[in-house]
């Protein structure tokens, strides 16, 4: 009978690898940049079972997989599927479908009562993805904070830009800060076209927010929405119930 304690849950994000036991999802996890970093993290955790989403490459899971059964631990790495848990993908090629997506979506059904609802996944990309009556309708892949802010400064001659990431919206007056200000106007903006998009559908909504920048979205007009620690973790954490603890 497998314990949550000796369950890991994986996130292989685009930045960094995030794991956390299933019994302490609401502890900050603990963070790899390499997968042989977490490999090497692993013994010491006397864990069982690995859960598994990956948005890297293939032999990266692989890797990790191949580590955890020489260990003799239970490894299951979840994939993009066409439809689970009574929500069916919008995507004709489902592989194609970044597994961290579909994780984001498996819980935030999980965490609403309503019919319809939007996950917005705020790190290295932002992502939103739409569910309407168990139909996925599809969604959005944006560039996130950094990866805009680098984009711009990369292809122009003379705007350039620092560390800051501002919290509050105002009109920048140096290059740097209108830089800073810009991606955040940007990025806020993600989240107002996303309510008009869910308002043309005139039915109630949720939206649930997760991932290391969601703090962007911190602005007045986004108080009701559903926040989350690890959106992946917490998809995670639906399928290892699923298969050992139902
Ligand atoms: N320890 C950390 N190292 C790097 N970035 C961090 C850290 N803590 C918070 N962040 C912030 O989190 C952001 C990355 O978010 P997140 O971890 O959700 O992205 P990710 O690893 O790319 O995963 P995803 O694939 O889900 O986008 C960075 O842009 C950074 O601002
Ligand atoms: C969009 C990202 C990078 C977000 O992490 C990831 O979900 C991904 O690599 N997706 C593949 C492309 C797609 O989802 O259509
Ligand atoms: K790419």
Known sequence: MASEKNVLLVDVGNTLIKACRMSEMDKEPAVHTTHRAFV?????????????????DDAVANYIGAHCEQAGLGFKEIVTEKETFGITNAYANVDTMGVDRWLGIMAAQGMTKKDSFCVMDVGTAITVDFVSKGQHLGGWIAPGFHSMRTGLIESTKKVFGDDTMPDTLTAGNTTQSGVAQGCLA??????RSAIAYLNSKQTPFDVIIGGGDKKLFAFPESNGSIPVANLVVQGLARYAKRDLFA
Not at 40 to 56: F, Q
Not at 186 to 191: C, D, E, H, K, M
């Open 40 to 56: 090497a993290s692993l013994e010491a955790l006397k864990v069982t079972h690995v859960y598994l989403g990956s948005v890297r």
């Open 186 to 191: 940007a990025t806020q903006g993600i989240y």
